[in-house]
Nanobody, 123 residues
Framework: QLQLVESGGGSVQPGDSLKLSCTNS????????MGWFRQAPGKDREFVAS????????NYAEFVGGRFTISRDDAKTTMYLQMNNLRPDGTAVYYC????????????????WGQGTQVTVSA
């Protein structure tokens, strides 16, 4: 069973970097696509970035503006989100999720989610 666990969050200052990780506590990952999403206080959850698992091609939300990089390791056990030049509006709980074979394309309908990791960006 796929059980996603995020880590790497924390409290940083504007302009700092963080690298988030997402692993499957049950073993290797074999989804079609995985992604990072975030939810700020009082706001809806939003898409940050996603990664085609085999091709390793990523796509990003417009607000990322080249500051984040989504990737995975060669062993297919962990997905990452390298976040550089963080801004205060990046304060949110960051979640990873997986689109498994047979799941809908739309990320809002994916059923496999982690519990989230808090990122706080403030001076």
């Amino acid at each position: 069973q796929l059980q996603l666990v995020e880590s790497g969050g924390g409290s940083v200052q504007p302009g700092d970097s963080l690298k988030l990780s997402c692993t499957n506590s049950s073993g290797s990952l074999n989804p079609i696509r995985m992604g990072w999403f975030r939810q700020a206080p009082g706001k809806d959850r939003e898409f940050v970035a996603s990664l085609h698992w085999l091709r390793r091609s990523g796509n990003y939300a417009e607000f990322v503006g080249g500051r984040f990089t989504i990737s995975r390791d060669d062993a297919k056990t962990t997905m990452y989100l390298q976040m550089n030049n963080l801004r205060p509006d990046g304060t949110a709980v960051y979640y990873c999720a997986a689109r498994l074979p047979g799941s809908p394309t739309e990320w809002t309908e994916w059923s496999t989610w982690g519990q989230g990791t808090q990122v706080t960006v403030s001076a």
